[in-house]
């Protein structure tokens, strides 16, 4: 598919859903605010791409996205017509994770020298370009339930709905972190140069990270359901567009082509395929 359509399309489905996820009567310079923060994620991202682009690097594409989270959510919590304690542990959370994962990731990428996805990508303006606004859709879509949230004026009482959705966030926020903490160290271990991580939360699933990513999200939207009504409901996509993104796009297959590739001919790495859950941990 085309540079252009793709960015056509990164664009205007998220922009779309965030115009109907809005709260009535909420806006910001005279539209929709949900939509204005949307438009200013990929706005972010595109002026994040023009230094990136003209030094070929990537070292600060993931720190871009982690901080254009939190420039949404704070930016939401101002201009909300009022904000009480659910609303605030909502933008709290997507904060703490966004922080969190924006160093890891920054620190993983400046560690290693550079990531290998981007190789083929960098050079290319159009491709480089794609590769920024996915991310700009990656923001918007994975935060769309919890802007919703902090947007809303509705005030409905925190239920079991709410304390599940924040468990859920809890439980995949915990994985996700000992996950990526577990394979920090053991690559950190000279002992275990090219080999592949197999304890831990890893003997468990191939992909715990993952798991823990798309269970988290999912608690958010779940904390959503409270405060949403019409179209409001289409911010429910998010957790699945977090999952199809992770297991069927850019996530799992990309990781698993690499693993053939490295170690496709060890019996090791062939039973531990067949023996161990790909995305679900097993118990």
């Not at 017509?81 to 542990?89: C, E, K, R, V």
């Not at 915990?174 to 003997?203: H, M, Y």
């Amino acid at each position: 598919m085309k540079p252009l359509i793709v960015i056509a399309l990164a664009v205007m489905l998220p922009c779309s859903i965030a115009a109907l996820a809005n709260p009535s009567g909420v806006t910001l310079l005279g539209w929709p605010a949900l939509l204005v923060l949307a438009v200013g994620a990929y706005c972010l991202q595109w002026l994040a791409f023009i230094p990136a682009r003209l030094g070929e690097t990537e070292r600060f594409y993931d720190l871009t996205g982690s901080m254009t989270y939190m420039a949404i959510t704070l930016s939401a919590v101002g201009v909300s017509p009022s904000t009480t304690w659910p609303q605030w542990l909502v933008a709290a959370l997507v904060i703490i994770w966004a922080g969190r994962l924006g160093r890891f990731l920054f620190e993983r990428i400046h560690q290693a020298g550079g990531d290998q996805r981007f190789d083929h990508i960098k050079v290319s303006s159009s491709r480089f370009l794609v590769a920024w606004t996915l991310q700009g859709a990656w923001v918007v879509m994975t935060s769309c339930a919890a802007v919703t949230v902090i947007l809303s004026s509705a005030q409905p009482p925190v239920g079991v709905i709410y304390a599940v959705g924040a468990m859920c966030w809890l439980v995949g926020f915990t994985v996700e972190v000992v996950a990526d903490r577990q394979k920090s160290q053991f690559r950190a271990d000279p002992r275990n140069e090219g080999s592949f991580i197999n304890t831990g939360l890893w003997a468990r699933s191939r992909h715990p990270n993952y798991f823990g990513e798309i269970l988290l999200w999912s608690g958010i939207a779940v904390m959503a359901v409270p405060y949403l009504s019409g179209t409001q409901w289409v911010v429910l996509l998010s957790p699945l567009f977090v999952y199809g993104l992770l297991t069927r796009v850019s996530g799992i297959p990309t990781l698993a082509r690499r693993g053939r590739q490295l170690w496709g001919d060890d019996p090791a790495y062939q039973s531990y395929l067949a023996q161990t859950p790909r995305l679900i941990p097993r118990l």
